[in-house]
């Protein structure tokens, strides 16, 4: 079975630039979560989505993240402009109804 | 407001040792426990969980949880630890049937040959 794909691995972007990060979960599952990991720290929510709905998007900065998952399978999560202080993993991870997590291997972003 | 504590930023333990990472939770109701590892530049893999009934939870690559609901504590425990043990340690809780979950701040574990 394949696992949570995302892509690309690592960006590297300028201040003010736009990114958009893509995630294909494990087929089958309902649930897609994003976070946002820094460095030495727990991964945080910014958007969770049961199907083709976001039921969680309150951590989200709406002024610069948006996130899309039209047909309730592959996500993309993007950040348009991006700041210096959004360098992090951005990590995608989906599940079955309410059990547990499965996550992809992140995007490392960088913001110069 | 559900929280994780996960104690110890670092642990190190003589590879062969039993081993402990700890965490400690606080919910409203029913907790759903859950312990991640992270190994460097990979993505968290689920190693156990407890959602009810037996207080000791086997999991992943030898790993064990046990739940204690009078100390609100979800233990993580191997037996005898091996260099490859060596990662990233997340404890994560979610309240009975709302999806939110809440990670903890992670525990690196140093396994010493």
């Known amino acids: 079975e394949a696992g949570v794909v995302q892509s690309p691995r690592y960006k590297i972007i300028e201040k003010k630039q736009p990114v958009a990060f893509w995630c294909n979960p494990i087929?089958?599952?309902?649930?897609l979560y994003w976070y946002l990991q820094n460095l030495g720290q727990g991964p945080e929510l910014l958007i969770r989505?049961?199907?083709?709905?976001?039921?969680?998007d309150s951590q989200l900065p709406k002024d610069r993240f948006s996130a899309e998952r039209l047909k309730g399978v592959d996500s993309t999560l993007k950040i348009q402009p991006a700041e210096l202080g959004d360098s992090a993993v951005y990590l995608c991870?989906?599940?079955?109804?309410?059990?547990?997590?499965?996550f992809g291997p992140g995007t490392r972003l960088t913001v110069t | 407001a559900q929280s994780v504590a996960q104690p110890e930023d670092q642990v190190n333990v003589a590879e062969g040792n039993p081993l402990t990472v700890k965490c400690t939770y606080s919910?409203?109701?029913?907790?759903?426990l859950f312990w991640y590892v992270q190994y460097p530049n990979r993505g968290l893999q689920f190693l156990l969980k407890?959602?009810?009934?037996?207080?000791l939870v086997k999991g992943s690559y030898g790993f064990e949880a046990e739940f204690n609901k009078s100390q609100t504590s979800f233990h993580l425990k191997k037996p005898s630890a091996l260099v490859s043990d060596s990662a990233l340690y997340f404890c994560?809780?979610?309240?009975?049937?709302?999806?939110?979950?809440?990670f903890g701040t992670g525990t690196k574990l140093q396994v010493i040959p």
């Open positions: 919910v409203s109701g029913n907790p759903y």
């Open positions: 989505y049961e199907n083709e709905e976001a039921v969680d």
């Open positions: 991870a989906s599940s079955l109804d309410r059990s547990e997590q499965y």
């Open positions: 407890y959602i009810t009934g037996d207080n």
């Open positions: 087929s089958g599952h309902n649930t």
């Open positions: 994560a809780v979610r309240e009975g049937g709302y999806q939110k979950v809440t």
